[in-house]
């Protein structure tokens, strides 16, 4: 036991020091993320929309989802940067075996997509930005991490993923 927590602590800390992925400032962020089914046809069905704001470092999930590991048969491919964004071609996550693409707009707005092509096609995507510094209040933060917002409208076309809300 000892030793498996030895070895899990060293792999994080090397996954901390080789972490080549985007930085941006630690505060109040506001995140939606929407789930969606794709048809053939490109036509995207709207599963749900989930709206949170929550005082966060979005630095630390990002060395998390750098560091993907390989999880049964899916091995987790090193991610290409081109200009702003960071493409993984195979990621292993909660989803499966996806395709990520980060797209950093600066320190404070991102939005990453995770596609699943086998199978049911699944895109979930998330927007974020930086709306302020974190608050002092415990209480405030508290209640401002519960608000969300659920929507389920029925379908979607193509949208622009390059500008933040």
């Known amino acids: 036991m000892i030793a498996l927590s030895v070895s899990f602590a060293s792999h994080a800390a090397a996954a901390e020091e080789s972490f080549g992925g985007p930085t941006f400032r630690k ?9 969606e089914l794709v048809s053939d046809s ?13 005082c966060v470092d979005p630095t630390q999930a990002m060395k ?3 560091s993907s590991a390989s999880v049964g048969n899916c091995h987790s491919s090193k991610p290409e940067k081109v200009s702003n964004k960071y493409i993984f071609s195979n ?6 075996p996806v395709s ?8 404070e707005a991102y939005t990453e997509v995770n596609e699943v092509r086998v199978g049911a096609q699944r895109r979930d995507r998330v ?4 709306i ?3 608050h002092e209040d415990r209480t405030s ?3 401002q991490t519960a608000e969300r917002r659920d929507v389920s409208p029925p379908q979607v076309q193509d949208t622009d993923e390059s500008e933040p809300l």
């Open 100 to 107: 990520t693409v980060i797209t950093v707009l600066s320190d």
């Open 127 to 130: 927007v974020a930005r930086r």
């Open 27 to 35: 505060g109040m962020w506001r995140f939606v993320r929407t789930l």
């Open 42 to 54: 490109k036509v995207r069905q709207r599963l749900f929309e989930r709206e949170m704001t929550r």
């Open 132 to 134: 302020s510094d974190c």
């Open 141 to 143: 933060l508290d209640q």
């Open 91 to 96: 990621r292993c996550d909660y989803l499966g």
């Open 64 to 66: 998390a989802t750098f």
